[in-house]
């Protein structure tokens, strides 16, 4: 059997004060703040706190009708995604296609299962990054 998922290098928190989240994890953590960013796509802005070999993100909605708010809406502030490190995402996507799985790969380097075939999880694959 192909083994898709590598380590796990990313966990995405929704929240609904990013600021107040960001002052939490440092405090309580002692973690940094290596980027921030905003997806006009998704409809959250977020800040990126590395740990060991990935990360976690913290997450705030910015548009209540995308799925970041809709899932805050939903569910409530908590753990969105989690992304696995996979070298060859083209034939991961490829594999849990062809095992009938909905795979969002609208991009080159990172892909997306629909949590609709994990359990309610939503699952990323995606290349590991550097925090230089």
């Known amino acids: 059997m192909k083994k898709v998922l590598g380590d796990a290098i990313e966990i995405s928190v929704v929240v609904k004060d990013l600021e107040a989240a960001i002052t939490r994890y440092t405090e309580l953590f002692g973690l940094a703040v290596h980027t921030r960013g905003e997806s006009k796509e998704f409809g959250f802005k977020n800040a990126i706190l590395p740990i060991g070999a990935g990360h976690i993100e913290l997450m705030e909605p910015t548009d209540p009708n995308k799925p970041v708010g809709k899932f805050l809406a939903k569910k409530g ?18 594999h849990l296609k062809d095992k009938g799985a909905r795979v969002d790969d609208r991009r080159p380097d990172i892909a997306w299962i629909h949590p609709g075939e994990t359990n309610g999880l939503f699952v990323e694959l995606r290349k590991r990054e550097q925090y230089h």
């Not at 502030?77 to 490829?94: A, C, M, Q, R």
């Open 77 to 94: 502030e908590g753990v969105y995604l989690i992304g696995f490190e996979t070298e060859d995402i083209p034939g991961s996507v490829k």
